[in-house]
């Protein structure tokens, strides 16, 4: 158990640096990452289906004792996020070989996007604050790279944007752990737990308040988000497809995990619901006033998030494994909308909703694809977005929490309102002239689509297995709040 715990960290790092060496043979190269990419997915299957069965277990690297050295802890929660990631990372990574952007640049892109591969894994599986924050270094330090992959002018200045602010987050986030650690005199995340609720309440509320900033930057909650808008867009659509899929979901997970187990609540916290609420609405706003495609969808990442929040904001069961649930479902179908934009874009040179028109008609099997998640994204019947949102509403009702769930239904119009206006302007109509082959040959235009529709075969399973789905999200959020078991895994060792 002690090295399938840090195999999901220790292959992609390790494929990093052989990428790196075999930069000059780009067939070689590709094999690497992709074998790798294979395998750590397959470790992270095992993993789940080991911790599934044996319940939450919890190592020091080096035989060290969590108190001087690194304990990696694998709950359910976590392995499950990792699973769903890590199916996204390796559909990406196929339909990167087909997409010229990334296909052209795989002398660097590959061992950039094996780094941030490792610091997802690593974000997932820590129990120590300070190697959050070495992951979050290790994912945002490829991040830098890789949204600037191409060097074009327009990507300088929304890059530079993300960057300072992703500066100004790390930062605020390496203060937290100074003086979480002179308070507490730990940053084991299990020891925290219990000496943090030694300290004088002002002072707790004030670092629980610090960590939720830090972590809601990183996850794009209002009125933190604004940086988000401008950055995705202008990377290769399978940057921006990982993106999308993934980093604003480690900050999602980093508020769950530091929430339920820091600091948690025996009732709804308002200050999250307001936050929740807002994020939400502001987003798809911002989404309906957009008239590009790929802007659309990333200001949905924002609006989707607050559904997120929402459910953490109860601190109930139901709440939390809504929130759970709606995280497997959203990584799979947020990354594969940016995948067919990608698409798109390679078809008909833009992403501009009055320059493309009749994709369905061109493309009649990428329309579809469109259709089945942008349907899923709204919340329609019996799409994994709405068995997601429909527990999150439930859970919301059983609280009382009546202003979030018209919150909540009203966005849900807004996003089918805006997917209408995608599917309108895009894929009805006459074909645009001049439409180009998805890719210089037919192999690349194959692992392209192929790699896209297996993602989207991804969210019609998770809708088809919602109710096991849902059952292992429930253990998971009984996990979190009772955290017993958690603590229980550190302090044996």
Avoid at 415 to 437: C, E, R, Y
Wanted: net charge neutral.
């Amino acid at each position: 158990m002690r090295v399938l715990i840090a195999l999901p960290i220790l292959i992609p790092m390790t494929a990093s640096a052989i990428t790196l060496l075999t930069m000059r043979t780009g067939r070689l190269q590709r094999a690497v990452s992709i074998g790798a990419s294979a395998a750590t997915l397959a470790a992270s299957v095992a993993l789940l289906v080991r911790i599934e069965a044996e319940g939450v277990t919890a190592v020091g690297v080096g035989g060290w004792a969590p108190d001087v050295g690194i304990a990696l802890v694998a709950d359910l929660f976590a392995c499950l996020l990792l699973v769903v990631s890590h199916i996204a990372i390796f559909s990406v990574l196929v339909y990167s070989v087909g997409h010229p952007r990334t296909r052209d640049s795989g002398t660097v892109f590959h061992p950039l996007y094996l780094a941030m591969t490792a610091g997802v894994s690593l974000a997932f599986l820590t129990g120590d604050l300070f190697n959050l924050f070495v992951a979050f270094e290790i994912l945002l330090t490829a991040s830098y790279a890789l949204l600037t992959l191409g060097g074009r002018r327009e990507q300088i200045r929304p890059a530079m944007t993300y960057i300072v602010i992703s500066l100004v987050a790390s930062l605020l986030f390496i203060t937290a752990i100074g003086l979480i650690y002179a308070a507490t005199g730990t940053v084991n995340l299990a020891k925290l737990a219990v000496e943090l609720e030694q300290l004088p309440g002002d002072v707790r509320t004030a670092l629980g308040l610090l960590l939720l900033v830090v972590f809601g930057t990183k996850a794009a909650v209002f009125p933190l988000f604004f940086w988000l808008p401008d950055s995705y867009p202008t990377a290769p659509s399978p940057v921006s497809a990982v993106f999308a899929g993934l980093l604003t979901k480690v900050g999602v997970y980093a508020i769950i995990r530091s929430q339920t187990l820091l600091f948690p609540r025996d009732e709804p916290w308002w200050l999250l619901s307001i936050v929740a609420g807002t994020t939400m609405f502001i987003g798809v706003l911002g989404a309906v006033a957009q008239q590009d495609m790929k802007r659309i969808l990333s200001f949905h990442i924002v609006s989707q998030i607050g559904y997120m929040i929402m459910g953490v904001a109860l601190f109930s069961v139901a709440g939390v494994a809504a929130a759970i649930f709606y995280l497997m479902h959203h990584i799979p179908v947020k990354t594969s909308l940016f995948l067919l934009e990608g698409i798109v874009e390679q078809t008909a040179g833009s992403s501009r909703l009055d320059r493309v028109s009749g994709i369905a008609r061109s493309r009649p099997v990428v329309a579809a694809l469109f259709m089945i998640v942008a349907m899923s994204l709204a919340g329609i019947p019996p799409l994994s977005g709405f068995i997601g949102k429909f527990a999150l509403l439930q859970a919301s009702v059983e609280d009382d929490q009546w202003i979030i769930v018209v919150v909540a239904l009203v966005v849900s119009i807004l996003t089918l309102f805006s997917m209408t206006k995608i599917w309108n302007a895009v894929f009805w109509g006459q074909p645009s002239t001049g439409l180009a082959p998805l890719a210089s040959n037919v192999d690349s235009h194959r692992s392209m689509l192929a790699a896209t529709a297996g993602l989207v075969m991804l969210t019609l399973a998770i809708a088809a297995g919602a109710g096991p789905l849902y059952d292992l999200s429930e253990r998971a959020a009984t996990d979190l709040l009772i955290r017993g078991p958690y603590l229980d895994a550190i302090f044996s060792l």
